[in-house]
T-cell receptor, first 120, second 112 residues
Framework: NAGVTQTPKFRVLKTGQSMTLLCAQD?????MYWYRQDPGMGLRLIHY???????AKGEVPDGYNVSRLKKQNFLLGLESAAPSQTSVYFC???????????????????FGPGTRLTVL | KNEVEQSPQNLTAQEGEFITINCSYS?????LHWLQQHPGGGIVSLFM???GKKKHGRLIATINIQEKHSSLHITASHPRDSAVYIC??????????????FGKGTKLSVKP
């Protein structure tokens, strides 16, 4: 299993440009998350999804949109990038409560390798 | 607001030293996670606790539910332990779907 993968690993945008970050997981997890990590701050939740076709806002959703058209993919979109969105973005997934694989736990969360985004 | 506080923010140790990183939280939780993040790297889960104590190699994690406090210990520290250690909790309250709340991390540097 590849686990959680993110595309791209690095990206530089100009203010006002748009882009989409892709997160994919091959563990059949229902829950998926997008976080951002900024210096001096803990990881903050942008949006999350509890299953295919569902999305919900997290702590810092403004300026971002998400889609979960397929269970294995969770896309994060920036329609008009701003310098304040310069950050490292992490995707994560976890099993549905009660449906974790043997030896695992529904509380365990798996993280992708991160995407470093710079907006000039 | 539910918060997760970690201490210290930064920690420098000599190789071989015993290290303790602390985490405190404000209300009842369903689980507490300790995560490790290497420079330029991703985030990996070290432990997930809901009670008691867990051990993996030189790492030990404990949690005191009554005191709302957890500690991560590293015995016989090594330069390869240098990383940011992050505490995260999963609160149980309505409407949150049990999302994780993260501490700001403790940056550990182990000198040879």
């Amino acid at each position: 299993n590849a686990g959680v993968t993110q595309t791209p690993k690095f990206r530089v945008l100009k203010t006002g440009q748009s882009m989409t970050l892709l997160c994919a997981q091959d563990m059949n997890h229902e829950y998926m998350y997008w976080y951002r990590q900024d210096p001096g701050m803990g990881l903050r939740l942008i949006h999350y999804s509890v299953g295919e076709g569902t999305t919900a806002k997290g702590e810092v959703p403004d300026g971002y949109n998400v889609s979960r058209l397929k269970k294995q993919n969770f896309l994060l979109g920036l329609e008009s990038a701003a310098p304040s969105q310069t950050s490292v973005y992490f995707c994560a997934s976890r099993p549905t409560p009660g449906l974790a694989a043997p030896g695992s736990s529904y509380n365990e969360q798996f993280f992708g390798p991160g995407t470093r985004l710079t907006v000039l | 607001k539910n918060e997760v506080e970690q201490s210290p923010q930064n920690l420098t140790a000599q190789e071989g030293e015993f290290i303790t990183i602390n985490c405190s939280y404000s209300v009842g939780i369903s689980a507490l996670h300790w995560l490790q993040q290497h420079p330029g790297g991703g985030i990996v889960s070290l432990f997930m606790l809901s009670s008691g104590k867990k051990k993996h190699g030189r790492l030990i994690a404990t949690i005191n539910i009554q005191e709302k406090h957890s500690s991560l210990h590293i015995t016989a520290s090594h330069p390869r332990d240098s990383a940011v250690y992050i505490c995260a909790v999963r609160y149980n309250y309505g409407g949150s779907q049990g999302n994780l709340i993260f501490g700001k991390g403790t940056k550990l540097s182990v000198k040879p």
